[in-house]
């Protein structure tokens, strides 16, 4: 038995550390995610939806290049979670492994740091999980997102609403003071007031907050008509359990994140009905694209096929394997592979996937794709309401007081 | 001759040490260019925790305010340009340092470090509610600048000035008195040290070099969030590359974080995700092993005359400090 | 010897420093209590008193290590009382420790240089002129030859000279040495006193605080007695000595009584009011201790010690500081590990067994400075000696028997250990060694620090215990107390066993004046 264990981690060093073997017509991406630190769950779900997607493609044959078939692969560097690292990553990524094109790490801060690096460069980097606006306030030209923006994640949940009941008039926003949190909130307060809604209430709370009761009692004495949550899931587990005890009763309640997590239902049983969750992506919205899966549920069927242990599939693998995509198709588009051909290639992208339309601004954002809303309902199952013509099912509304329920 | 030697042997060095740019990729040079920040900061460390001996746990503070105050220097309404900011960041810090260090220099041991550790969570938490000025935990983003080179120079001298600084201080009373305080403090006073006044002087200069590293740091990461910049791992950093290379040594600091940060380098690019774990592992090794760093196993050829270095000495280090 | 310089001529009156009412109050507790002291120039002032006199204390309040919660001291003129210590250092006053405090890390070079950087003189200096300064000062205290070793390569000989070297270093006029000679053999004595007179010649005043008394009466000028936080006689060295008040402070109650009453045969062995030991009984031999070696790190303390303890025996141990009681003590206890020689314990080889093999045999050491955990309770102390039983159904039989002989503890049961009186902790600690049942109780310094009062009424609870069975081994600084409560005597002296017999015998033998007070 001791003599395995060196063994083993000799051929797991070489393994992990050996180079892919590269045939000739083989594009190599490049990724610094984070397999170990905080963010590492995260960071695998990132690592296996740029796999699943690059697997997919390369059985397929490949991609095609000015009629000439390629190969994909991805060398990985593990950042740590540390946004520092991801900077120096980048830079041993493009400068000794030579890659030409970037898919992002795992969140904002890291794509954040690696933007420059490829700025400097002229690499063009997809990133899938990163939607802060500061990333795209400076004029990157090689830097692309294919999820919605921070900004974006509760304006559906607000269109939702508005489109339900015409009477709707005061909005109290709760926020968790962290970077992308803090996006989320501000994004929705603004939406909230252009469409002429009145926010009675905004606020941040510290990470990591045990009681939010005293910002409860607040905003039950401005009686709002919808209550949104922009923080993390213990956040949102609190806001609704005191928010019963407190009798904070608006028509609507939903969170950034949160109620699409299987987590939320067992936690708050039948308290977490009618609650709403924003979501970048379910495997029951109704889109049709043009790759591989076609369908959210093609993509989820197929992605499971290959990974039995996954349950629920997290957002985050199907957007990065969206990245992969969008990559590939404007790789196919320049016909060349030339970074500075592929950029302008994807700055020019407009294609539907099984993801939703991947479209950049000027910036280099995803606007175009809406994001999703959830519902958990007293059916005890989650539907995806929004947008309508992708929905699965009609969103209960309003939200009955919590004294009112059985 | 002995002595022409080894000069020639540091100006090879250092001829090195600046044409490297040219020599390498910049991802390499990006890495020598942490290799110096961190030993920039263990430089610092070494004069509160390696001569004067005490643990401070909260040395990313200055870290921080040095990054935060060169941030916001050079953004908002002054864009003062870089150097200048720095400059004030490495005062402010030496200023807060004082402030701080006549109250919290008293405690001794491990209450020392417990209350070190409290000011960089306090300063932390300031950097993260004070949104007015530093945008809270959306933090605050600097001018581009790409140039590694840059910021290779500029932490290489600051590196050699370390040196400079710590040769000299380790020759001076200054220096001197540090060391009395940290193996006696009542003998340290008994022979007329003014301890308050020693102790405070080590820790803003500690704090001078954090911030330097923390504006650099800032100035090449471009984006300050108090979650990056006030946290525990730099503290962790500085301190383990002291006492790697040998804290209450002239080289030490420098040796120290070049080894870590070869280290790391190395063990990160062979297992990709077990490489903390291995790295903890090698470090507790050195710990056990050498616990007094690489330069008391290097210095035993000056005290003890021409003795070069054996393995023998290795040995019976290992053996002195064995855990029974 | 070469001869020494003359000594310094003295102008009558002028003094280089005056205390007026010195008090220093920790806690309730006043270890230094209203005490004017006048140190002539130039002179040599001995001082002498009891542990926990607060001599050292009374140090600390001169050199402003401690602030004196009354009083003032006026140095050369100067009013010092709220002076900070490092600047009294830069004034012309320095000290040595008593524990010595040497920077260890460092070489004895720097050491000492340190002390010429900083001190009366250390504002003229440069660092490498300090460095140089330090080599004469090593060259005068004869430790030149380790100038380039570390502090903590030397022996403990060498350590009080770098002590002495160091703060002779600070060019000071008035030097306070607080029992430099204590550990020293009798030839390493004689070199002290030598170099303490040399200093002097050279013009520096001394306050010398030691309890070698052949030292001090050898060198001192003046001597001082310090009892209880206060003096309580001041003088000509040899009219000291004979001080009846002295003798009863210094050498204990009924030592003082056997002194007057020398000459009359039957006054000396008048029982009095406490509780005497039975006759020694003729048991089996309990404790064998053959040619013990021991000592720390390379210091060897013990240089081939072998005694024997019988059953239910009351021995005890006695010699001066330094002999090395408590060396033997920890070393039969191994809870240090012997160098030579052998430990048998009721006939089982226990030589460098594990320090709980050894309480598990029954042999129970009762620290010296009393080791109690401070944040539990009495209780709670008592039942950490139960540690290794497993007659848990008689452990409330045995505390119950504890608190009976003990009645104080049983009041104070729920109290924290820390909070008790010197006296309530010493019974305590031996109460906790009781709890553990020992065959044989090892017991360091019963009197340290206790008023008299407090020490009978402890030596006749370990009569009493006695009595119950236990064998008991005694170190005891107070030569007759222990021995009139022992069936049989040894003697220590610089690590060697000098003299043993029936304790009577002892109380009777001149040479035991010798041994403990040096006269």
């Not at chain 2, 920039?40 to 925790?49: D, P």
């Not at chain 2, 006492?243 to 990709?272: D, E, M, R």
């Not at chain 3, 401070?374 to 119950?400: C, F, H, K, P």
Request: aromatic share 8%; proline share 4%; with cysteine.
């Amino acid at each position: 038995m001791k003599r395995t264990a060196p063994v083993a981690l000799l051929a797991f060093a070489l393994v992990l550390g050996a180079f892919p073997a590269l045939a000739e017509d083989t594009i190599l991406f490049g990724a610094a995610v984070s397999l170990t630190g905080k963010t590492a769950k995260e960071g695998e779900y990132t690592r296996d939806g740029y796999n699943f997607a690059v697997d997919t493609l390369n059985a397929q044959g490949g991609i095609n290049v000015g009629g000439k078939k390629y190969k994909l692969a991805v060398k990985y560097y593990d950042d740590e979670s540390k946004s520092e690292s991801t900077a120096q990553l980048i830079e041993k990524l493009i400068n000794e492994d030579k890659v030409t094109f970037i898919l992002g790490p795992y969140g904002s801060a890291p794509s954040g740091t690696a933007a420059p690096i490829c700025e400097k460069y002229k690499i063009p980097m997809i990133e899938a999980n990163g939607s802060a606006e500061s990333i795209f306030s400076k004029g990157y030209k090689y830097t692309f997102a294919v999820l919605s923006p921070a900004k974006l994640y509760l304006k559906g949940l607000i269109d939702l609403v508005m489109s339900k009941d015409k009477s709707v008039k005061t909005v109290a926003v709760l926020g968790e003071n962290e970077p992308f949190s803090k996006e989320v909130a501000s994004g929705a307060a603004d939406y909230a007031r252009e469409k002429g809604l009145q926010v009675v209430y905004q606020e941040l709370y510290p990470t990591g907050t045990q009681d939010v009761s005293a910002l409860l009692t607040n905003i039950k004495g401005k009686n709002p008509d919808i209550v949104l949550g922009a923080g993390h899931l213990q956040d949102s587990l609190l806001i609704v359990k005191q928010a019963k005890d407190l009798g904070v009763s608006p028509k609507a309640m939903g969170f950034s994140v949160g109620p699409s997590s299987p987590e939320f239902r067992e936690n708050l049983k039948s308290n977490a009905d009618y609650i709403f969750g924003a979501t970048q992506w379910t495997e029951a919205l109704k889109y049709n694209g043009d790759d591989p899966w076609k369908t959210p549920k093609g993509y989820a069927t197929a992605f499971r096929a290959k990974h039995p242990k996954y349950g629920d599939i997290a957002y985050q693998v199907a957007e990065s394997s969206a990245a992969v995509i969008a990559f590939s198709r404007a790789i196919e588009k320049a016909g060349s592979l030339d970074p500075a051909k592929v950029r302008d290639a994807i700055a020019a992208l407009d294609i539907m996937t099984f993801y939703g339309q991947i479209k950049f601004d000027s910036r280099g954002i995803n606007t175009f794709k809406p994001m999703a809303i959830e519902q958990l309902q007293p059916d005890g199952r989650k539907y995806t309401v929004f947008p309508s013509s992708v929905a699965e099912k009609d969103a209960l509304y309003p939200m009955p007081a919590w004294d009112k329920r059985k | 001759m002995k002595k022409a030697a080894a000069i020639a042997g540091f100006l090879a060095l250092l001829a090195l040490l600046v044409a490297l740019p040219r020599l390498v990729s910049s991802y390499k040079l990006l890495t020598y260019t942490r290799f110096l920040i961190l030993a920039l900061m263990a430089q610092g460390w070494n004069f509160i925790g390696g001569y004067t001996g005490y643990a401070a746990f909260g040395n990313v503070a200055y870290f921080g305010i040095g990054a935060y105050t060169t941030g916001l220097l050079m953004i908002g309404k002054w864009h003062v340009p870089f150097f200048p900011a720095l400059a004030a960041g490495a005062l402010l810090s030496a200023l807060v340092a004082i402030l701080l260090g006549l109250p919290i220099l008293r405690l001794k041991g491990h209450y020392f470090a417990i209350a070190t550790l409290g000011v960089a969570e306090a300063l932390s938490q300031v950097a993260d509610t004070w949104d007015s000025v530093t945008e809270g935990s959306t933090g605050i983003d600097l001018p581009l600048k790409t140039e590694g080179e840059f910021f290779y120079y500029t932490a290489l001298g600051f590196v050699i000035v370390g040196l400079l600084c710590t040769a000299a201080f380790s020759r001076s009373k200054l220096g001197n008195g540090c060391v009395a305080i940290r193996e006696d403090q009542d003998a340290a006073r008994m022979l007329g040290i003014n301890t308050t006044l020693f102790k405070v002087i080590a820790y803003a200069l500690s704090a001078v070099f954090a911030a330097l590293a923390g504006g650099l740091t800032a100035y090449q990461n471009i984006h300050v969030t108090p979650g990056d910049f006030f946290k525990i791992d730099y503290t962790l950093q500085m301190i383990i590359a002291t006492i790697i290379g040998g804290a209450g040594t002239v080289l030490g600091p420098v040796l120290g974080a070049a080894v870590f940060q070869l280290l790391s380098t190395y063990v990160w690019s062979k297992f990709l995700e077990l490489h903390p774990t291995i790295l903890g592992v090698i470090i507790v090794l050195f710990i056990v092993f050498l616990p007094r760093g690489l330069m008391t196993v290097l210095g035993r050829k000056r005290q003890r005359g021409e003795r070069p270095f054996r393995m023998s000495d290795l040995l019976a280090n290992v053996r002195a400090h064995r855990v029974t | 010897m070469s001869a020494l310089p003359s000594p310094v001529p003295r102008i009558p009156g002028d003094s280089i420093l005056e205390a007026r009412g010195i008090t220093k109050k920790f806690g309730g507790l006043a270890a230094v209590d209203g005490i004017d002291l006048t140190i002539r120039r130039g002179e040599i002032l001995g001082v002498i008193g009891p542990n926990g006199a607060g001599k050292t204390t009374f140090v600390n309040c001169m050199t402003g290590l401690e602030k004196p919660t009354a009083g003032t001291i006026v140095f050369n003129g100067q009013d010092i009382t709220k002076t900070p210590s490092y600047r009294i250092g830069r004034l012309g006053m320095a000290r040595t420790f008593q524990v010595v405090k040497p920077l260890r890390q460092l070489t004895v070079r720097e050491n000492v240089a340190t002390g010429a950087m900083f001190g009366a003189r250390g504002s003229e200096r440069s660092a490498a002129q300090a460095r140089h300064e330090a080599d004469e000062v090593l060259e005068r205290v004869g430790l030149a030859d380790m100038r380039g070793r570390t502090a903590t390569e030397l022996t403990i000989l060498d350590l009080k000279r770098l002590e002495l070297a160091k703060a002779l270093a600070m060019d000071p006029q008035l030097l306070f040495l607080d029992e430099v000679m204590a550990g020293l053999n009798q030839s390493e004595i004689e070199k002290a006193m030598e170099l303490i007179l040399r200093v002097n010649r050279s013009g520096v005043t001394l306050f010398v605080i030691e309890h070698v008394m052949k030292a001090i009466m050898g060198i001192s000028d003046r001597l001082t007695v310090l009892h209880y936080g206060r003096k309580i006689a001041e003088g000509n060295p040899k009219d000291i000595v004979e001080s009846p008040a002295v003798i009863e402070a210094y050498l204990g109650e009924r030592f003082a009584r056997r002194a007057e009453a020398a000459g009359e045969e039957n006054a000396l062995i008048e029982p009095g009011t406490f509780l005497k030991a039975p006759p020694a009984p003729a048991g089996d031999t309990l404790l064998e201790v053959k040619n013990l070696v021991s000592g720390y790190g390379e210091v060897q303390i013990l240089r081939d010690v072998s005694l024997e303890v019988k059953d239910k025996e009351i021995v005890a141990l006695i010699g001066a500081n330094g002999a090395g009681k408590t060396t033997l003590l920890w070393t039969i206890s191994q809870l240090l590990k012997p160098m030579g020689g052998s430990v048998h314990f009721a006939g089982r080889d226990i030589t460098a067994a594990r320090s709980d093999e050894v309480v598990g045999a029954g042999v129970v050491h009762v620290p010296q400075g009393r080791r109690l955990f401070a944040g539990l309770t009495v209780r709670e102390n008592l039942m950490q000696g139960v540690y290794l039983r497993r007659d848990t159904e008689r452990i409330e039989q045995d505390l119950e028997r504890i608190f009976s002989l003990l009645p104080l503890l049983k009041e104070r049961a729920g109290q924290l250990a820390g909070r008790l009186s010197g006296g309530e902790q010493q019974m305590c600690a031996i109460g906790r060694g009781l709890m553990s049942r020992p065959r044989l109780l090892l017991i360091d310094e019963l009197s340290l620090g206790l008023a008299p009062l407090v020490v009978d009424s402890l030596l006749d609870l370990i009569t009493e215990i006695n009595r119950e069975g236990t064998t008991v081994l005694l170190v005891e600084q107070d030569v007759q107390v222990a021995l009139e409560h022992a069936h049989r005597g040894y003697v220590l002296e610089t690590g060697r066993i000098v003299q043993t017999g029936p304790a009577e015998e002892l109380l009777d033998d001149p040479r035991i004046r010798q041994a403990y007070l040096g006269l």
